[in-house]
């Protein structure tokens, strides 16, 4: 008798803790808890799935030989759909990292882009990712001298409720996991206070009135460009981030639709070369210079006839731009096509 009781208690405690784990709030707790190596934020990621939605799946892959990391988590939507929620990819080999970029900016590099806030080494890409580009002090130099670094993407999804502060936090959590699988060593980043989400690259940073502007570029520009109070100017450049742009247009005070525009883009490391040379030649209106070891690049685009701007203008505004830029961050040898 006293043998079928411990058999029924036993059977009973299997059962409630079958039925434990079954709750989807401890399931919940369960992939958060071992999703991308454990280093999700939980309360930030919980912040990105609307609508308290439920966790469904998590995946990783690490070859920490080729240098490659990458792990996802997926939710439940308002269908009651597997969907993505967060996907990060980390790279610390130079051809993965010139692929990814490659895909990022078109022939000429002037793809949409937004800045993340001073400080932070990344960008929003075409496609709203998070991009960052950090050093990797413990991987030493390449065969050519070179700082090793890690680049690495973080992609929330399209369910998602990605444009709040918590991305942040959770995209900087996945690039310190990278960091610490690869054996990168990069230093801990740090989210930023007091910041709303992620920008849209597509919408770009707010334009004001040229007078109004105080940021590297209106410095730069400001003693060359004509009839600056004709100009409206939106200044997405970040001087750490690996590429920033800063779009001009014409327009009156009261930010009416300007009829003319123009836009300056920097790219930092060996991997912009291509976008300002074509067959080894340098494209017009473009400019090279040797930052941190490594290459970077400078370029201007305009539309046709805008009113005072030759390209002799315009290319003593590169001048000023990229003289500007080279300052900020150290570099030498700069040089200007023509």
Known sequence: ????????????????????????YVQDWMLLRGACAGA???DAVRRLAVHGSHFTEDTATSHERLGSYSC????????????????????????????EYMSLFDEQGFSPSAALPAGLPGFVDRFGSLQFRVPCPDLGRDAEGRQRRMTVRTVFGREAAAGQPAAYETALAL????????????????????????????????AVPFGEADGSCARALRDTL????????????????????CDLETGDEDGGEGEHGMTFAAWYGDWSRRLVTEDGVPRPLTATARCDGEAA????????????LGKARQRALLRAFAEEQSRRRDCTDLRVTG
């Open 72 to 99: 996802s988590l997926a939710f439940e939507d308002d269908e009651g759909d597997d969907a993505l929620l967060l996907r990060m990819e980390a790279y610390t080999r130079r051809d993965d990292q010139d692929r």
């Open 175 to 206: 690039v310190a996991a990278a960091s610490d699988r690869l054996g990168c060593g990069a230093r801990p980043l740090r989210a930023p206070e007091g910041e709303s989400g992620p920008p849209d690259p597509e919408d770009g940073p707010r």
């Open 297 to 308: 690049s400078f370029a201007l685009s305009a539309d046709e006839d805008v009113p005072g």
């Open 226 to 245: 004509p009839r600056p109070s004709g100009w409206r100017l939106a200044d997405g450049l970040n001087d750490a981030a690996p590429t920033g742009r």
């Open 1 to 24: 008798m006293r043998r079928w009781i411990k058999v029924t208690v036993a059977a009973a405690a299997v059962l409630g803790v079958g039925g434990w784990i079954a709750e989807p």
């Open 40 to 42: 999700l934020p939980a």
